[in-house]
């Protein structure tokens, strides 16, 4: 491994939350890279966020994917301030510009029960709950293609279609079948509800069954969306890798983590897996780490937003870039103070009076030691 390993990270704290996890979240990182020999380059930028729309009428600047391109990764916080800005403009006009236009097709959600962490699921603490959700993330619901006929009349209609292509729905689920074929239990749950939606989702199906014939070692189960979401409150220990379309998994990665005990903790990578920096024949493209959380205006400016999400989406950072051990570092750091708990460090989300700034610190301090 070389000595004078150097990584240039695009920070994008955004809007509410995202400013406040997102100190305490470099500090940790910074506390890796001292501590395993690397170092990092921070370009803190104010764009990608509802502030910056204010003042230029716009979410970003003209540039923006030169400046990002120039980068390894990006580290994101949230975005969204729906007082000022209505949500599908501001989600637009960045992260979601950002997944299209990287092509980062795969979004990786891990959802673990740790110790520490109050859960709803006390009675399911001597099971392990440990799986990881891969949500497509460039296609499917979330597609801008629709639009409004016979506006304020009567007649008013609204239309927006789901796109499925081969190339996406398959590259998803290869993924998908991969990362099972490589984790112990190997077992894919795929999300569907193509009882209802008749053309769309049998299709999804039809991939799956499909490419299930490559991997006979993985087990494959398939549930409509809405039983799939009882499951994941009442059985949650049963899954391992479960891949949705982009809205499904959205939906789901944010019920598995909330099972757990607290959307909070979630981490997410927005990956572009094929882009390397290393073959000059492709564009390169970065890929992205940010919480599962949004900017949360409700809580934003009150000091006791949970960091873990940023955090933990760092450590997800470090392994993307090839840092194992600090990525191991830091995802041990988060362990043990959450098992070490205590309603003086635990943020209100995990039923504590903490605060970021102390739970961040906690944090830092264990990556040092
Ligand atoms: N931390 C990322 C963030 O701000 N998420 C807000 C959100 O609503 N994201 C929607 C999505 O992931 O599709």
Same mark, same amino acid.
């Given at each position: 491994?070389?000595?004078?390993?150097?990584?240039?990270?695009?920070?994008?704290?955004?809007?509410?939350?995202?400013?406040?996890?997102?100190?305490?979240?470099?500090?940790?990182?910074?506390?890796a890279?001292?501590?395993?020999?690397?170092?990092?380059?921070?370009?803190?930028?104010?764009?990608?966020?509802?502030?910056?729309?204010?003042?230029?009428?716009?979410?970003?600047?003209?540039?923006?994917?030169?400046l990002?391109?120039?980068c390894?990764?990006?580290?994101?916080?949230a975005?969204?301030?729906?007082?000022?800005?209505?949500d599908?403009?501001?989600?637009?006009?960045?992260?979601?510009?950002?997944r299209?236009?990287?092509?980062?097709?795969?979004?990786?959600?891990?959802?673990?029960?740790?110790?520490?962490?109050p859960?709803?699921?006390?009675?399911?603490?001597?099971?392990?709950?440990?799986?990881?959700?891969?949500?497509?993330?460039?296609?499917?619901?979330?597609s801008?293609i629709?639009?409004?006929?016979?506006?304020?009349?009567?007649?008013?209609?609204v239309i927006?279609?789901?796109?499925?292509?081969?190339?996406?729905?398959?590259?998803?689920?290869?993924?998908?079948?991969e990362?099972?074929?490589?984790?112990?239990?190997?077992?894919?749950?795929?999300?569907?509800?193509?009882?209802?939606?008749?053309?769309?989702?049998?299709?999804?199906d039809?991939?799956?069954?499909?490419?299930?014939?490559?991997?006979?070692?993985?087990?494959?189960?398939?549930?409509h969306?809405?039983?799939?979401?009882?499951?994941?409150?009442?059985? +949650?220990?049963? /899954?391992?890798? !479960?891949v =949705? %379309?982009?809205?499904f998994?959205?939906?789901?990665?944010?019920?598995? $983590?909330?099972?757990?005990?607290?959307?909070?903790i979630?981490?997410s990578?927005?990956?572009?897996?094929?882009?390397?920096?290393?073959?000059?024949?492709?564009?390169?493209? +970065?890929?992205? /780490?940010?919480? !599962?959380? =949004? %900017?949360?205006?409700?809580?934003?400016?009150?000091?006791?937003?949970? $960091?873990?999400?940023?955090?933990?989406?760092?450590?997800?950072?470090?392994?993307?870039?090839?840092?194992?051990?600090?990525?191991?570092?830091?995802?041990?750091?988060?362990?043990?103070?959450?098992?070490r708990?205590?309603?003086?460090?635990?943020?209100?989300?995990?039923?504590?009076?903490?605060?970021?700034?102390?739970l961040?610190?906690?944090?830092?301090?264990?990556?040092?030691?």
């Amino acid at each position: 491994m070389s000595q004078n390993r150097k990584y240039v990270i695009a920070v994008l704290p955004g809007d509410g939350i995202g400013l406040e996890v997102m100190p305490p979240a470099l500090r940790c990182l910074e506390a890796a890279a001292k501590r395993f020999g690397f170092k990092f380059e921070f370009r803190e930028y104010p764009w990608a966020s509802c502030i910056y729309y204010q003042e230029h009428g716009v979410m970003m600047p003209s540039n923006w994917k030169e400046l990002l391109k120039a980068c390894d990764a990006i580290y994101f916080g949230a975005v969204g301030d729906p007082a000022s800005v209505p949500d599908h403009i501001s989600l637009w006009g960045s992260l979601l510009l950002f997944r299209r236009e990287f092509d980062q097709f795969i979004n990786l959600r891990p959802c673990r029960l740790i110790p520490g962490v109050p859960s709803p699921l006390a009675n399911r603490q001597n099971h392990t709950i440990d799986f990881v959700t891969v949500r497509e993330n460039t296609e499917g619901e979330y597609s801008s293609i629709g639009g409004r006929i016979f506006e304020g009349t009567s007649r008013e209609t609204v239309i927006q279609n789901t796109v499925f292509t081969r190339q996406g729905v398959d590259r998803v689920l290869r993924y998908a079948f991969e990362l099972a074929r490589s984790r112990p239990k190997k077992k894919l749950t795929s999300a569907t509800k193509s009882n209802g939606i008749s053309i769309t989702m049998p299709y999804w199906d039809e991939r799956v069954e499909e490419m299930a014939k490559e991997y006979p070692d993985v087990k494959v189960e398939k549930y409509h969306i809405d039983i799939l979401c009882a499951h994941f409150v009442q059985r +949650p220990h049963t /899954f391992d890798v !479960v891949v =949705g %379309s982009n809205l499904f998994g959205d939906i789901l990665s944010d019920l598995g $983590p909330a099972c757990t005990g607290t959307i909070g903790i979630a981490p997410s990578a927005n990956l572009n897996p094929v882009s390397s920096k290393d073959d000059s024949a492709k564009e390169w493209m +970065p890929s992205l /780490f940010e919480p !599962v959380h =949004g %900017s949360a205006p409700d809580i934003a400016g009150k000091g006791i937003a949970n $960091p873990i999400g940023m955090i933990w989406a760092g450590q997800m950072m470090l392994e993307h870039l090839g840092e194992k051990d600090a990525a191991t570092a830091v995802i041990k750091a988060i362990e043990s103070v959450l098992a070490r708990g205590g309603t003086n460090l635990l943020t209100p989300d995990m039923q504590g009076k903490g605060t970021t700034q102390s739970l961040g610190v906690a944090i830092e301090q264990e990556i040092i030691n």
